[in-house]
């Protein structure tokens, strides 16, 4: 009874809340008073009224939401039918079952109603996932909307960051303007296809909109010089929406591509005639020209005003177009910079570099404004990271000994490179022709004395200039440090080089001939590989003390030694093949008792004496006087030892035959004396006459063979008995005949006989050291 009663006052209080009736007194309703008539019919009224209210806002509510209740409706009654179809289904398998049926068959039938039930609710779950997928795409397409939608309102910054958020919930990644990323796969989900191609359609439609906002509010007007930054107040909204979307990078990048040519380039190309102005800024313009001043004076220091004007137009990146962020400057000056930094160092830096030894202090002063330049850079948040040693500009400068080294060893490269390829080694002919008449200047001037030789010879300029850039070169590096120190004697070393490697080829074709130009280059190899040898004893006393151990030229007197010497010896084998040609001609010298034989011996003998002739014109003012000698000596012995041969295997001898040889052989040594007597001594040819014995043994010695020709034009005129007395006394010995070659000039001249074999018995009987055995 009790609890009906708390129920019922709990229903009155309810009633008295919804419609609002309350005590006249207090404000309360009492629930165990009695109501009147009047109150009761009050009461109904109100309900009335009230149910009418709830009835017409339902009535709005389910009208203004049909397609939702009407889908809601639907999906229940679907719900319902299916439960319903399920109910059915198992009511079977609740209900007792009657005598009739049989369990087998219900059993049979529960794994597919189990195997139904899972399917439907895999169903839901699919659906469920689909309304998911749905209800997130549908916001993403939200997103890029409101994204398009505030960019063109004019919040560019809030619509990047909803591109932003929107990427990343789409999974773009990459460049995202890439095409490659723009390519479907075949296994993505088709929306999201769609969505992707809506975000980057979006993206492209930002990114020109942000693209033509910092175009028209930054203007690089190169046809009027002025750098224009309008609408500064949104410069930077546009910059940091040009961030969020990846996009300040490439802007920056064209950017500091116009500034560098249109103003970095006009100021490094002339300092001096490019002047700077900054119209005074205001809140939304600010204005930097800058035109050229013809005739204007120069400034007393170069690089003091390239710096300054540079550090103005900087200064002004910084406070109109990067805003005072330190990281959009320091983002445009990793674009800009190493660009500047490349044009200060090739226009200004490296041509600051020092020529010469002496400059290289100098430099200090160009190293200070570089360091001092580049600290105002880094204040200005235009450089990243500035070390202590600076950044490109300040570590070109500390390393001026280096950039000097570099430049002075190219210097010396170059130099020795174009006087070896450009001297003229036929101009020695004309030198040749001036010294023979006693007017060639420059000819005694290159007549040098070498080590150990009294005699001089001629060399040519190149050679001697070379040696002048070698000694220039090693002289600087006796005063500078060692690391410089060690680069200049390279440089000499491989100027020597050069020659070895260039002027062999360049002669390569009068190298093949007799020429003065081969006499000449023999000459300097000679002289390059004697100065070899002073050049340590000249410089290592004064050269750096940590390298002395590395100074080293004697491996290039060997190699010059070797190239004088095979020049030579080509020379040699040229004008031996040349004597033995004009030998040939005479045809062995035999028959010479004969007309034609006999001329063509003569024109033989002839060709020989003008051969060792030419040589010698060629040969004598041009080398040294031993090796000239020497070489001379050497064709002379092999010409006469041939001469002798070919008389001596004659098989047969009449007497106007060795009459005729006689004479050629005398002819021979009278119009080849006067070049014999020039290989002497001329102290020798000065106290002697022709005949002198001291001048006649030292040709014998220069020349061997010389003094067995003329035994054997002695021998034709001798008898057997003269032969024979002259072997047997030791003369034809000593002259170099053989026990053979004596035998066969009897045979040839004397016919068989009792005497001639008793001359023959006698010359095998006597035999000499060296001398071989005729039995």
Known sequence: MADAEGTKAELVNELVHVLGVQSKDAGSWDASALLSASELRALVNRMQLRSEQ??????????????????????ASASLNHFSQISQNLEPFLTPSSPSQDPSALCSELPALVDQTRQTNR????????????????????????????????????????LIDAQQELGVSGKFLDETHGEAEEDDFQPYVLLRQLWRGTYSEISAHLEELFSSTVMIDANNSRLHVSNRSHLSAVLMAMERIGLLESTFAKLADGIMKAIVNAILRDPLRVELSEATPTAEEAILSWEEIFNKEGDTTLLVTVYTKLLKVVNFLWLHISCNNDLWMNELGRYLWPRMADSIISSYLSKAVPNEVSEVAKFQESADLTIQFERSLNELHFLNDLSASGDK?????????????????????????RLLVRYDFGSLYDDFKESSIGSDKNGEQNRIELLFQEEKCLISHAAKELMEIVHSALADACVVAAKISFELYHAARDALLLYAAIVP???????????????????????????CLVLKHQYLGVFPSDLKQTFMFVDLFALFQEMADR???????????NLNKALDVGNGFSRTHEIHPHEMASLSLDQVVMGLEKIRMLWKPVMIGSIYVRSMGYLMTSIFGRLTSEILDIRDLDQRETEQLHELILSLDDRLLPLMLSLVDQRIKDTTSAENISALSEIGRLVPTWCKLLRLAELLNMPSTSIVEA???????????????????????????EKRKESLRRIAAKNFPDCPIVV
């Open 727 to 753: 072997w047997e006394n030791g003369n034809l010995a000593l002259c170099g005949f053989t026990s053979i070659e004596v035998q066969n000039l009897l045979r040839a001249m004397f016919q068989d006989s």
């Open 54 to 75: 709830v009835k017409d806002r339902v009535g709005r509510c389910v009208l203004s939401q049909k397609s939702e209740f009407s889908s809601l409706i639907g999906s």
């Open 393 to 417: 500009l300040g570590k070109f400068a500390s390393e001026v000994e280096v950039h000097f080294v570099s430049k002075k060893k190219s210097r010396i490269m170059k130099r020795a490179r």
């Open 567 to 577: 020049v030579l010896n080509q020379q040699l084998q040229l004008s031996l093949e």
């Open 505 to 531: 080829v360049k002669l390569a074709k009068e190298l093949n001939k007799l020429s003065l130009e081969a006499a000449v280059h023999h000459n300097d190899c000679l002289y390059l590989a004697h100065e």
């Open 123 to 162: 169903e839901i779950r699919e659906k469920r996932e689909a309304i998911q997928v749905v209800e997130r795409i549908t916001h993403l397409h939200e997103i890029l909307k409101s994204a398009s939608f505030q960019c063109s309102e004019g919040k560019i910054v809030e619509a990047a960051q909803v």
